[in-house]
Structure formats: structure tokens, C-alpha cells
């Protein structure tokens, strides 16, 4: 669960938000600046308690570079992704 002070505030829309599931697009959906990154993951989120001004979602995207890292990720940074996926259950 997150919330957002900034969809109340700028949307009249709803603070709260639970998880509801995640995604993969291979070969991303969105670009920065024109470039298509390798992947991206969208994590889906409804709104608590009755809708308000017709927002009953709030997603996020992540762009993943397999070549082109914007930055260097520790040895820690790297397992934690790693246990991440390798966690993932497809059932």
C-alpha cells in the first residue's frame, strides 16, 4: 500500500492505494528521450474505499537497461534483485 498526497491534493482523487499486481512489457512500452529501454515493469495499484473523480488506479513504471545502467549497483544492490525474481512463483 502507498499513498499519495499529491493525487488528493492536485486530483481530488483518492490518499490511498493497495497493490495489485505487476507486469512486464520486454522491450519497454514508455521511451526517455526516444530510446526504448530493455524492459520495463508496471506495478498496478487500486484505490481504497469509494472512488473519487474518476481515479481508481495508479501505476508506476520501471525501466530496466541491460547494457546502459544509469548508475553502479552494489554487490547488496544486486542480490536483492536477484532474490527478487528468483523469489517469483508462477503458479
Known amino acids: 500500500m502507498f499513498e499519495s498526497q499529491h493525487a488528493k491534493d492536485f ?20 521511451t526517455i528521450n526516444g530510446i526504448r529501454q530493455d524492459l520495463e515493469m508496471h506495478t498496478v495499484h487500486l484505490a481504497e474505499g469509494a472512488v473519487k473523480n474518476g481515479f481508481f488506479a495508479s501505476a508506476m513504471g520501471i525501466m530496466f537497461s541491460v547494457n546502459n545502467p544509469s548508475r553502479s549497483f552494489s554487490d547488496k544492490e544486486v542480490a536483492i534483485v536477484d532474490k527478487f525474481f528468483d523469489d517469483l512463483s508462477f503458479d
Request: glycine share 16%; charged share 20%; no cysteine.
Open 11 to 30: 486530483y481530488g482523487a483518492n490518499e490511498r492505494y493497495s497493490g495489485k499486481q505487476f507486469h512486464f512489457h520486454h522491450g519497454s512500452e514508455h
